[in-house]
């Protein structure tokens, strides 16, 4: 069918749909399937691009009102004028507020949260609040508040006065600013539960509030012009500090950017640039580091511009220059002259084209999944459903690429990256057994964790590389490669965007790059065929 007008009112209405509830992403993905013509020839889509980017303009509107992590979202922005912390199950240090920056010196290392009471319990005059709370894939985390006793008395004060409370409901009012509940006020104060209901009941009343967290936001604006003011001080002052995604990331700071990378394996040893994909996979799994140390060879994953803590580029447009700026900052950096190149999934893009950039320093490319330039509707037909939207979305309709991105992560955090990950790589039996492998799943969870967490979303770096991928014409960085250096893909044959048929025309078309298609493997062939590295560039 063509892609008359009810087809794009279709899309329209799943567009909203999606921005108002990440839940019905799954409605998007169907509406944009449907709008292929029956040819299956998606070259000849004719959306008004024009008209859809008036609408993703409008939905990623009301994207920006919605948060992914809602109740995360909501108890920083209760407590904004409060140093608060997220710490993950482990302890470690997950996202601070710029109040809790304030509360480090610049060299203070972060990580835990022991690290923070060590610091926080310097002052006297702090008292801490710990808040559970499930925000991702079920697991639980600590929302920890630290409060000035003595700023928030002196707040409680400026309300009791100006609502003319008594002395006891100011006392009840200091406690419950402190975020005590009605139980440990009573323990606190040894009056009964009865007896604070009705003092807290009065307060709601006098000052007009409906609710605990009505009443906190009130003393939180109060608390805020009183340090505008200069009227309470606090108790800590020093610069923000830097908290890490891993103990082994590194960062500098250039141009007023900050870039950051991981390092690990043989400090000394054999230089390879690893490529993290457009998902983020920072993380090997610990048996392929630990072979690293063991076989000498010291791995460099630059992280990408919008991706954990690496600054976006400074300018649109310019994903790709700034990604290659970066490289060769951390490589002058780590005193790398030449290197192997391993790239995930897409990225063989990128490594193609900084390879045809930079030719002398690359020694080999090894691609995990790679794609090759992809000009063909087959090639995109062959794809599975998910795949093909969005890597079509990008050919074909860009102006649905930042919503199609937006929505999709904030479905992705809705449903959990567990869930998410089974949706996207179903069709694949290797890649869901990937999946149900603890300590190899364990690996893509904390290494995507710079695309997706409770501490950032890198949605719009995924979408300007994804943008990149699809429409730039690279056929001819492929090309400068030949006979510079070796050239090595390795696949899985039930990889859902590169499938078997999909191969032999990348073969066909480039025959002298060297191929191998594991049966037993899919999308995440790298994972379960890590060895396979080794054995390349020791043979």
């Not at 002052?123 to 928030?152: C, M, N, W």
């Not at 409901?169 to 009865?194: D, F, I």
Request: with cysteine.
């Amino acid at each position: 069918m063509g892609s008359g007008p009810s087809d794009m009112g279709d899309i329209v209405y799943e567009m909203y749909g999606a921005a108002m509830n990440p839940e019905r992403y799954q409605g998007l993905v169907d509406a944009w399937e449907a709008l292929l013509p029956q040819s299956g020839e998606l070259s000849k889509l004719n959306l008004d691009a024009a008209a859809a980017a008036r609408h993703v303009e409008q939905a990623l509107r009301i994207l920006e009102g919605d948060a992914p992590f809602p109740d995360l979202e909501g108890l920083f922005a209760v407590y904004d004028h409060l140093p608060a912390f997220l710490f993950g199950a482990d302890g470690a240090l997950v996202r601070m507020n710029a109040s809790a920056s304030n509360a480090f010196v610049s060299t203070q290392k972060v990580r835990t949260a022991g690290d923070v009471q060590a610091v926080m319990g310097e002052a006297s005059s702090l008292l801490s609040r710990s808040i559970p709370i499930r925000v991702e894939d079920g697991v639980e985390y600590r929302f920890i508040i630290y409060y000035d006793t003595g700023a928030v008395s002196s707040t409680a004060g400026r309300i009791a006065e100006a609502f003319e409370l008594t002395h006891a409901e100011r006392e009840v009012l200091a406690l419950t600013l402190q975020g005590l509940s009605r139980k440990e006020l009573a323990q606190k104060r040894k009056v009964s539960p009865e007896t604070v209901k009705k003092q807290v009941e009065r307060i709601f009343s006098k000052t007009g509030t409906q609710s605990q967290l009505e009443l906190t936001l009130m003393s939180s604006s109060m608390y805020r012009d009183a340090e505008e003011r200069g009227g309470h001080p606090t108790a800590l002052s020093c610069a923000a500090v830097y908290t890490p995604y891993f103990a082994d990331e590194r960062h500098f700071e250039h141009e007023g950017r900050t870039i950051t990378y991981r390092v690990f394996g043989a400090e000394a040893g054999r230089p390879v640039l690893a490529f993290h994909g457009t998902y983020g996979f920072c993380q090997w799994p610990e048996e392929a580091e630990a072979a690293c140390l063991k076989r000498g060879y010291r791995v460099i994953v630059p992280i990408r511009p919008g991706y954990g803590n690496t600054s976006h580029a400074a300018g649109r447009g310019q994903a790709l220059a700034s990604i290659f700026a970066d490289m060769d900052l951390i490589l002058d950096r780590e005193a790398v002259d030449q290197l192997h190149l391993l790239s995930m999934e897409n990225d063989s893009f990128l490594a193609f084209k900084y390879a045809a950039q930079r030719p002398d320093r690359i020694q080999m490319i090894l691609a995990f999944a790679g794609m090759l330039p992809m000009s063909q509707d087959e090639q995109y037909q062959r794809m599975d459903k998910w795949h093909r939207f969005v890597q079509g979305t990008a050919r074909y309709t860009p102006a649905l690429i930042p919503l199609v991105v937006k929505a999709g992560f904030r479905f992705a955090a809705k449903v959990g990256r567990q869930e998410f990950v089974k949706q996207v790589y179903g069709s694949s039996a290797p890649d869901l057994a990937v999946i149900d492998d603890p300590k190899l799943f364990e690996a893509i969870m904390a290494g995507t964790r710079v695309a997706l967490s409770p501490k950032h979303l890198a949605h719009k770096a995924f979408a300007a590389e994804l943008v990149a991928f699809a429409g730039a014409e690279w056929v001819e960085d492929v090309r400068a490669c030949e006979g510079v250096f070796p050239v090595h893909f390795i696949n899985g044959a039930t990889d859902p965007i590169a499938p078997p048929a999909t191969l032999a025309t990348f073969e066909e078309d480039f025959p002298w790059i060297q191929f191998e298609c594991h049966e037993d493997a899919g999308q995440f062939v790298f994972f379960t065929h890590w060895h396979r590295f080794f054995e390349l560039l020791d043979g």
